[in-house]
Structure formats: structure tokens, C-alpha cells
């Protein structure tokens, strides 16, 4: 993982790069040892849930699936150590986390944590093209509204922001739906590809794509529209600043002054609120994928939750903040690289 | 005096005026429904699927079933207000504690209290709704509870700056030297000073609180006992092909409250800090 993520901040324009790899190296290193007790706070709120519902945590882990093999509740019993002291149980309990054991899905008759990793990659993809979309459609027009103050463009970012950012997300999906899929027949009702259509190859990569475009709409105006906001009042911010000034006597074009140097600063409040909604983000994509069965860890939870299939719920709350928790790590990264101040400190 | 500059400055701001004017026609719908519909809003009273204007008697149609859209709008408009009312409570209540609590003491106590709110801002605030509701079972107090736990982090952390610039000013030691308790402080001195930002943060909490519980019904988790607008929209959602209006209407009353809430929201705020009015 650790790769993977260090990716992103290595600078491709500045020839300092070792010193920065070392610098970004050391901001995940802190990172990581930070999410371990957050992790830690995850779990133990996962199994404080567990204690308080009703009934035992033997039934919660087979509920409704009719496990009456008495051979797999002694082995439950001793996995989870249900006739030990709480403390002990949620020592057992983090144990099987760490081992990745989130306990048995029996509706699917496969390991949790194999259900849910079938489902993350449809869901990831949502949240990354949603995600993209917020930032490519809320900074360009923060960015226009703030250029146009005050002029009918201002009004209608404005506008829109409100609008966007009051509507529920279910709601506007459906309604893109009755519009697009129903009135127009542009784009497909739901689901993830064309049933019996070409699954492999180009094709099938468009197939995806054709049928990605209204969930991630539904899903990402919403951001867009907090984006939109937020880089309206940071661009006339930062416009404001000294560093600007001088640049415009330099002779530089307003535009050129815009692009190359109010930008880059004003997107830093834009990336701190990416960063805190990451969680979000995968939560509402839960209520999106229902909307379009979008066969993603939402569509696995609605099912989940519907049938009362406790551990898969609560292994997709912990799995979900892990996500979260490797996201946050990637957008401090990224402010790193936007803001090479933060090297110094 | 003060407050009646307060006032007209909230005033001033058309887009606030607005919100509050509609946000109190809708509190009025809400309480008066009984008043106007004294039908119980569930009962069949009609042709099903009568598009909004095809009858008199149903301005706004009439459902799959044929029960009239608008008595369940504005019944509905009781239980969607109450839960986000009480949700946003909730999470003031939590998060004042939490923050006032964390900015006053500082040291090891505020350090705690930030990690929680790290923690519960790292949980996927639905998940962990969902997961709530399902464990514990979809009563309304469950639902309202869950909203407010996952809504507070924002509460704490604003009040907690605040305490932290009000608990060294002069009032503050004067209290102590007079050897006021600290909770008398916290409650009595510091609080009423570091409420007004705080307040407005809880009117966006409002909002949110509405759009959680709205999702939560829209999924078919909410109470089974109460048909807010958002269980509307999920009821609707079969029919899109042929009565779309289902499914617009109860999602357009979720809209327009949520949107003067946050109209209302930012009025506050530009009334708090004058000095940010003309950004």
C-alpha cells in the first residue's frame, strides 16, 4: 500500500525530488502510525454496537441464517471466546480483525471479507469518477464565478451551488433517470453493464462507462457544488494576497496571474474539505448504488441490512473506514505536493 | 438595540428573509396539519395515480394507492422537521459538551476529545447510521440518536475554538479569582459567548439531519410508523415509468426545506460577522 500511495507526491517538475520523497515518506510513516488507534476506535465501537444489541453475540454473528450445526457455533464460541470476560472477547475480537476474519456470510456461504472485496472495486470506481467529476465541474466554476463577480455567471454558479447542494442525492438520481433513461432513452436505468452485451475488451470498458455516467452525476453534483463554493470565496481570497500583486506587476496577464498562480493556492481549501469527506463520499455512494443497482458494497449492505446479515455490516463499517482512512493518506499527499510549504514545517 | 441590528442585517439578506418566511410556512403546515386534513393521510381517499391537476379534490394526485399526495406532504412535513429538529439537537448537546469541554481543559482532555471526533469523521457517517438503526432496531429515537452521533464533530470542534479565545480573557480570570467552579464558568460565563457561531452551525445541521433521515426512509429503514417525506420518494420508486410525480413532489419539499435551512444558515452567519458580509 505504502507504494502506491507515495506515488502521487512524487514532484514531477521540481528537481529537488529526493529531499521531498524523503519529506512525503515521512508524512506517511506519521500517517500510518497514526490510523492505528483510529482504526482501534473503529473496531471498538464496532464491538460496543455488537454488546448492545439484543441477543448474544453468537446469535448476531449467525443471525437469521438458520446455523444450527453444532459443530460451527463450538467453533464460533471458541473463535470469539464467548463464555470469556468482555475484555478478553474484544481482545479476541481485534485479533480476528487483524487476521482479517470478519466472521462468515453465510447468506453467501463465503468469508465477509470476500464478499465485500468482490464489491469494493464497482464501488471505488463510483466514488473516483464522482469524486473527479465534483472537483473538474466545482473548480471550474468557482473559478469562473470569482473571475465574473458579480455578473449573471456569478448568479448562476450560485444558484446552481444552492440548488445542488439542497437536493438528496436518491432523489436526483431518479429523476435523472425518469429524464435521461425514460423520457430521452439516452442512458441506461441501472446496473453496472448491458446484460448479455459484450463484457471484455473496449467494449465492454464503454458498456461500463455508458452505464457510470448517471450515478456518478447523482453522487457528484452534490460535492460540485460544495467545490464550487468553497474555490469561489479562496480564489477572491487568495486574489487578494500580496504574492498576487506582485505578479500582476510583473506585467503578467490577469489570466496568466489566475492560472498559474491564484489557482494552484486556492485549491487548497478544496483538497482539506476532499480530504474530511472521503467518508462521505463512500457513504452516499450506499445510497446511489441502491438507486441504480450498482453492484457495489452499498448494493451488498442494502442486502446485508435487509436481511440482517450483521456481519457483513459491521466488516463493511470497518473495511469502509480503513478506505477512508488510506484516502485521507493520499489527499495529504497530494496538499503536499500543491503546497511544498508544508515540506518546511 | 443590539438585537435589532441583528435583526436587520438577518433582514437584509434577501435570500434569508425568504428561507426563514418558507421554513415557517412549512413548521405552520406542519403544525396545523391535522387542522386542514383531518383524514388520516395513510387512508385511500381516491383513484390511484391521478397526476397532479387530472382532479380538484387532489391538486397534487394521488399516490399508487390512491391517497392524496398533498395530506401526505404536509403530514409528512411533521415528522421530517421533528427528526431533524431533534437530531440537530442531539448533536448540539453532544458536541458542545464534547467541545466546550476539550477548549476549556485543553491537555491531555482536548487531545482525546479531537481523536474521538478524528474518529467518528473517519466512519462512513450512513454506514455507520445504517448499521445503527439495524442493530438496534428502526424506531424513531434510534434513527434521531444515530443522526446526531454521527452530525456532532463539527459542533465540538467549533466550540471547542471558541473556547479556546474566550478561556484566558479577563472575564474569564476574574471569575476565577473570585473562585467560580469551572462548570459554572463553562456554562454561565464562557457558553452564552461562544454560542452565536454555534447556532448557526446548528441550523446546518438541521438541514443535514433532514437529507440523513430522508435516505435512511428512502431505504426502507426508517420507522415503519411514520411516512416522512423521504419513505415517500422510496414508495414511488416503482412507478417512475408511468406516475413520475410520485417520487418528484415528496424529493422538491425535501429540497426547498433543506435549501432554506442553508439560505437561513448563511443569513446567520452574515449577520454574525458583518465584516465578511460583501465576500
Request: hydrophobic share 55%; glycine share 8%.
Amino acid at each position: 500500500m505504502a507504494g502506491e500511495l507515495a506515488s502521487p507526491a512524487a514532484p514531477p517538475r521540481i528537481t529537488r525530488g529526493s529531499s521531498r520523497r524523503v519529506a512525503a515518506l515521512r508524512l506517511l510513516r506519521r500517517r500510518l502510525i497514526q490510523a492505528v488507534p483510529l482504526m482501534l476506535g473503529v473496531v471498538v465501537i464496532n464491538f460496543v454496537l455488537i454488546q448492545l444489541a439484543p441477543g448474544s453475540f453468537l446469535e448476531l454473528m449467525t443471525a437469521e441464517n438458520q446455523v444450527s450445526d453444532p459443530a460451527t457455533i463450538a467453533l464460533l464460541r471458541t473463535t470469539y471466546g464467548l463464555d470469556d470476560p468482555v475484555w478478553l472477547q474484544l481482545v479476541k475480537y481485534i485479533w480476528a480483525l487483524m487476521r482479517f476474519d470478519f466472521g462468515f456470510s453465510y447468506r453467501q456461504n463465503i468469508p465477509v471479507i470476500d464478499a465485500i472485496s468482490v464489491h469494493l472495486p464497482a464501488t471505488l470506481l463510483l466514488m473516483i469518477s464522482s469524486i473527479t467529476l465534483a472537483l473538474a465541474v466545482g473548480v471550474a466554476a468557482g473559478v469562473v464565478a470569482s473571475m465574473k463577480v458579480r455578473t449573471f455567471w456569478d448568479t448562476l454558479v450560485s444558484v446552481a451551488a444552492m440548488f445542488f447542494f439542497a437536493a438528496p442525492s436518491f432523489w436526483l438520481g431518479i429523476m435523472l433517470i425518469v429524464l435521461f433513461s425514460v423520457k430521452l432513452g439516452w442512458l441506461p436505468v441501472g446496473g453496472m453493464a448491458t446484460i448479455g452485451g459484450t463484457s471484455s475488451g473496449a467494449g465492454g470498458v464503454l458498456d461500463i462507462l455508458h452505464h457510470l455516467i448517471l450515478p456518478t452525476l447523482a453522487l457528484g453534483l452534490f460535492y460540485a457544488a460544495i467545490y464550487a463554493r468553497v474555490m469561489r470565496s479562496s480564489m477572491l481570497e487568495v486574489a487578494q494576497l500580496d504574492f498576487v500583486r506582485t505578479a500582476r506587476a510583473k506585467g503578467l496577464s490577469r489570466n496568466q496571474v489566475t492560472i498559474s498562480h491564484v489557482l494552484r493556492n486556492a485549491l487548497l481549501p478544496v483538497v482539506t474539505i476532499l480530504g474530511v469527506q472521503m467518508g462521505t463520499v463512500l457513504a452516499g455512494s450506499v445510497v446511489i448504488e441502491s438507486v441504480f443497482s450498482w453492484p457495489g458494497v452499498g448494493s451488498l449492505l442494502f442486502d446485508s441490512v435487509s436481511s440482517r446479515n450483521y456481519p457483513v455490516v459491521l466488516g463493511i463499517m470497518v473495511l469502509g473506514s480503513l478506505v477512508v482512512i488510506a484516502a485521507n493518506i493520499a489527499v495529504d499527499l497530494i496538499y503536499m505536493w500543491l503546497d511544498p510549504r508544508i515540506e518546511i514545517r | 438595540m443590539q438585537r435589532f441590528e441583528f435583526i436587520g442585517r438577518f433582514a437584509r439578506n434577501r435570500g434569508a428573509l425568504i428561507g426563514a418566511v418558507l421554513i415557517l410556512v412549512v413548521a405552520l403546515m406542519a403544525l396545523l396539519a391535522p387542522l386542514f386534513f383531518p383524514v388520516d393521510p395513510l387512508r385511500i381517499v381516491g383513484q390511484p395515480e391521478l397526476w397532479p391537476g387530472e382532479d380538484a379534490d387532489f391538486p397534487l394526485g394521488t399516490d399508487s394507492l390512491g391517497r392524496d399526495m398533498l395530506s401526505m406532504i404536509v403530514h409528512g412535513a411533521r415528522a421530517t422537521l421533528l427528526i431533524g429538529l431533534f437530531a440537530s439537537a442531539v448533536a448540539t448537546v453532544i458536541g458542545v459538551g464534547v467541545g466546550a469541554t476539550a477548549g476549556y481543559f485543553g491537555g491531555w482532555i482536548d487531545e482525546i476529545a479531537m481523536r474521538a471526533a478524528e474518529l467518528f469523521q473517519t466512519i462512513p457517517n450512513l454506514i455507520f447510521v445504517l448499521t445503527i438503526v439495524v442493530i438496534l432496531g428502526s424506531t424513531l429515537t434510534n434513527i434521531v440518536i444515530a443522526i446526531g452521533i454521527v452530525s456532532w464533530t463539527p459542533i465540538a470542534r467549533m466550540t471547542r475554538a471558541e473556547f479556546l479565545s474566550l478561556r484566558d480573557r479577563e472575564f474569564v480570570q476574574a471569575c476565577r479569582a473570585m473562585g467560580m467552579g469551572d462548570l459554572k464558568i463553562i456554562v454561565a460565563e464562557i457558553l452564552p459567548n461562544a454560542l452565536p457561531p454555534v447556532i448557526v452551525l446548528s441550523s446546518l445541521v438541521v438541514a443535514g439531519a433532514i437529507l440523513f433521515e430522508s435516505a435512511v426512509s428512502f431505504l426502507g429503514l426508517g420507522d415503519p410508523n411514520v411516512a416522512s417525506w423521504g419513505r415517500l420518494v422510496g414508495d414511488g420508486r416503482q412507478l417512475i415509468r408511468s406516475s413520475w410525480y410520485i417520487c418528484a413532489i415528496p424529493g422538491v419539499a425535501i429540497m426547498i426545506t433543506v435549501l432554506c435551512l442553508n439560505l437561513i444558515g448563511d443569513g446567520l452567519n452574515d449577520a454574525l460577522n458583518p465584516k465578511l458580509r460583501d465576500r
